[in-house]
């Protein structure tokens, strides 16, 4: 939780950033910048993984700030992580 919350984590935005990938781009989808946002709300080849994290903290609560900050969602988002 503590390197999605500081962006210091191994996803192609901070990689690419840092020297260590030839691209921010998601390799997974290849559409757009694999940011922690991308990663966790918007890739989709990770959407029945993504459905599954809505169902479990509710749409209303499915941003950034309540997944990396609130138990639930920290519990939530650790599960996704596992998943994927």
Excluded at 47 to 65: D, F, G, I, M
Aim: contains cysteine.
């Amino acid at each position: 939780i503590f390197q999605l919350c500081t962006g210091h984590i191994a996803l192609n935005k901070h990689l690419h950033h840092i020297t260590q990938a030839p691209s921010a781009k998601c390799e997974k989808c290849n559409t757009h910048e694999e940011t922690i946002h991308h990663f966790l709300l918007v890739c989709q080849s990770f959407v029945r993984q993504c459905n599954k994290l809505r169902e479990e903290v509710s749409a209303r609560n499915c941003h950034l700030r309540y997944l990396l900050n609130e138990g639930k969602g920290m519990r939530a988002t650790l599960k996704y992580i596992a998943r994927t």
